[in-house]
DNA sequence: GTCTCTCATGATCATCATTTGCATTTTAAC
DNA sequence: GTTAAAATGCAAATGATGATCATGAGAGAC
């Protein structure tokens, strides 16, 4: 399920250059929330080669306009194509991010924070063990 | 109320030296999650001078230690004294870091993820705007 | 107090993630 | 095709933070 990614008008016009093309592609062909640098690992090893710089220029750039989440946390930045509400859990071993489910999500959104306080979203992230790391508790590292 | 922080014998011995006193004291003194930089300039100020390097050496080394709490986000990292459980609300303008309650903490921590995974914890941050940059929508940013 | 053994500090340099400047190339519109 | 604005690639610049290492300072033994 290939999903356009499209854009409405504001600031300079936006040319869909092959680059760009190619950055979304891969970026929507995986569901690991990978770092700009995996992401351009990938792309050098194909024949569309695309710069550091202009994946992280692109990355952003998609992230301005609301057609990627980008999550922060120890390590480099990572980068959700998935956009809808949905939460997060991090390895803490691996570091590997994975999507999660809870039924708190309308709750959250309602919190009243206090007077003066305007609340426009929130992120919940879990951490602690993912199933390989919990399995092979004394083994290596996973990257 | 000037908590003390002890701390339990592991690893090499700890020295209660002027600077680890000062840095410990100005972070306590302040409920506003203030940046290393922050920190640092602050202590600048005073007679008792400490270099960056051991602001950041020495808040990594209470966070080591679980004395302190690190926020992460945009910006460079932010140290939380408090570390009973609690969240944050973070400005999206002026990028202060506020304390706030909810009644889902409980709940959170029982979260089941699905076989295999081990939730440790969890991390919950609201954005949007403080009563300040709310009231001043087009004006200055604040620091 | 003072000796001494570690550990901590300060200053600088190194590193990692990311951004930016700029000359060159592309795209989108005519 | 021509053309102007926008994007790219590369390299150098930043910003936040960690590491190195010679020097200084706690803490316990005497």
């Known amino acids: 399920m290939q999903m356009m990614i499209m854009r409405d008008e504001v600031g300079p016009a936006w040319r869909w250059t092959r680059q760009r093309k190619v950055i979304v592609a891969a970026l929507q062909g995986r569901t690991d929330h990978p ?12 024949e569309a080669q695309v710069s ?4 992280y220029r692109n990355l952003r750039a998609l992230v301005r306009e609301g057609k990627l989440r980008e999550l922060k946390g120890p390590g480099p930045d ?10 997060h859990f991090r390895c803490s071993r691996c570091g590997r991010v994975f999507d999660v489910e809870t039924r ?3 709750e959250l959104n309602r ?5 003066g306080f305007q609340v426009l979203g929130h992120e919940l992230v879990f951490w602690g063990l993912c199933p390989d ?6 083994g290596e590292w996973q990257g």
Chains 1, 2 share one sequence.
Request: charged residues 30%; glycine residues 4%.
């Open 35 to 46: 770092t700009a640098e995996e992401l351009y690992h990938q792309l050098k090893a194909t």
């Open 52 to 55: 550091l710089a202009t994946v």
């Open 78 to 87: 990572r980068f959700d194509p998935d956009t809808s509400p949905h939460y």
């Open 104 to 106: 708190y999500r309308e």
């Open 111 to 115: 919190v009243d924070l206090g007077p």
């Open 133 to 138: 790391c919990k399995r092979g508790k004394e």
